[in-house]
């Protein structure tokens, strides 16, 4: 099989990056603005800029002004800083943009663990519907600090996100007041679902759970007007083909065309929904999807496991963005995308960690990981992919699928001053002759020390500025508590275990 040729990896038409760098209104309002940091320059570290030409320092330099990068270089070039600039000189450390996490689902932090290996008659019963009746504003609210608190403190300075705001509509301003908070850069998508086709009992959506789109989209503007600013951005979401009426699913994307945001669905995410969406469209969700018009631009697709040959042609012509999630896909035993033919067919590809409750995890540095293991097993070729392929699908890669490209994702003049510096000096990270491998392959996530969005420091040597983390883990425990006795789940959770406890 051919080599992948980082150089034509994911390059755009003039068109799709001017659009992507069109000033993002919504309701014909500019977005409110958020704190830039002050003027500083970072300096003697090792810098990999993920630029066009992946240049990279082993000693470099990262000047940020007014929110965005200034310079950025090797430091033979920084020449004089004057003295109103801040400087930190950071030794043993390596700078690098921001990570891109291009989906999860906040308010299910404080799930953790809940659906492990579940009966699939028990989580119909009690899984689903019941545990989304206890994800009211204060549970949602409390998992979503949790899993900002992890995705933030491990590296990622953009996340999108989709949270069921059904039967609790006031769930979505918990999970923003987390968002707006913590200072996160987010697409935070209100997903919505009507379909009451009961001939597939995995996708059928009870009606106490559906939303009518009136209500669905008059809710995103609601949100839109509160929450959007420059960092964050509210935007609309039909949850799949086989859970979305067609009505639903062409009115949130006329809903996005006209608030100028992002469209959102999960598609082509199990075997499930390939063979109902065949059933009853007489062809896979991407090709309905197609003929429902809402491929393109701006659009973001959660999964796409199950896309035939012309499905991921029509992806990469239509410019849409993909989100690749490889450690739930595992989880669910949902089959393994086709991450090699995506990113050779320049596809709009990045990497998700998915929710908690899907995944465990908001570990990004683990998705990279088994982005490359998962395909050189699905594949039986060892020699696919690369720690530096995993690492420009979750910078560059997370932005073109979000379709943001032209402001973060790289670290280069102009865009935005959103960057990680990470602790080289660590047994997992050693010897730095290997580090870029380390990084995806032996990397301890918590090494992580400075998180800096807009240039402005928001977790300062793994410490987060403002959320606190005991508070976090001890509100997220209560939310599971709470969430379990609105189930009904909390006797199967205390004899799940095999084990004797005491």
């Known amino acids: 099989m051919p080599t992948l040729n980082r150089s034509q990896f994911l390059k755009f038409s003039v068109g799709l990056a001017a659009a992507a760098a069109a000033p993002s209104r919504a309701n014909g309002q500019a977005r409110k603005a958020t704190p830039k940091g002050a003027e500083t320059v970072l300096t003697d570290a ?21 929110g965005r990068v200034s310079r950025v270089g090797p430091m033979d070039r920084l020449g004089e800083v004057p003295p109103t600039v801040t400087r930190r000189t950071l030794k043993n450390r390596l700078i690098m943009p921001g990570l891109i996490n291009c989906h999860t689902h906040l308010s299910n932090g404080a799930l953790r663990g809940l659906y492990d290996e579940m009966p699939l008659e028990l989580w119909f019963a009690k899984g689903m519907w019941p545990v989304l009746d206890g994800l009211d504003r204060k549970n949602g609210e409390a998992g979503a600090y949790l899993a900002i608190l992890e995705l933030m403190s491990t590296g990622v300075t953009t996340t999108a996100t989709g949270e069921i705001a059904s039967p609790h509509p006031e769930l979505m ?46 809710e995103v503007r609601r949100l839109q007007k509160r929450f959007n600013s420059d960092r964050i951005s509210v935007v609309p979401e039909a949850l799949g083909v086989m859970r979305c009426t067609e009505e639903m699913v062409r009115s949130l994307h006329a809903l996005s065309r006209e608030t100028d945001c992002h469209f959102t669905m999960h598609a082509a995410s199990s075997q499930d929904e390939r063979d109902g969406s065949r059933k009853r469209f007489g062809h896979g969700s991407i090709t309905e999807l197609e003929r429902r018009g809402v491929l393109g631009p701006k659009t973001l697709l959660a999964h796409a496991v199950w896309l035939d040959d012309g499905e991921l042609k029509l992806v990469a012509e239509r410019g849409t963005g993909l989100s690749h999630n490889p450690v739930s896909n595992a989880y669910y035993a949902s089959g393994e995308a086709r991450l090699k033919d995506l990113v050779s067919a320049k596809c709009r590809v990045g990497l998700g960690v998915d929710g908690s409750s899907t995944n465990n995890g908001q570990n990004v540095w683990e998705t990279m990981k088994m982005a490359m293991l998962l395909q050189k097993a699905a594949l039986e070729q060892a020699s696919f992919g690369s720690a530096e392929l995993a690492l420009e699908l979750m910078t ?12 973060i994702g790289s670290l280069e003049v102009g865009k935005k001053a959103d960057l990680i510096v990470i602790d ?41 500025r403002t959320i606190d983390k005991p508070s976090a883990i001890d509100n997220a425990r209560l939310a599971l ?22």
């Open 46 to 66: 090792i810098v990999l800029t993920m630029d066009e030409q992946r240049h990279a320092y082993w000693s470099g330099f990262v000047w940020m002004k007014d």
């Open 173 to 218: 301003d918990g999970v923003l007041t987390a968002v707006e908070k913590s200072g996160m850069r987010a697409v935070v998508s209100r997903i919505s679902m009507d379909s009451a086709d009961e001939s597939s009992p995995a996708q059928f959506i009870q009606k106490g759970y559906r939303d009518t789109p009136t209500f669905a989209a008059d």
């Open 396 to 407: 560059r890669g997370g932005a073109a699928a979000l379709h943001m490209e032209n402001e």
């Open 424 to 464: 080289i000096d660590r047994p997992s990270l050693a010897p730095r002759q290997t580090i870029v491998s380390n990084l995806v392959y032996s990397n301890d996530p918590w090494a992580v020390r400075d998180v800096y969005i807009d240039g402005e420091i928001v977790v300062s040597d793994g410490v987060h």
């Open 481 to 502: 508590g709470r969430v379990l006795k609105t189930a009904g789940l909390e006797d199967y959770m205390a004899t799940r275990s095999s084990w004797t406890w005491k």
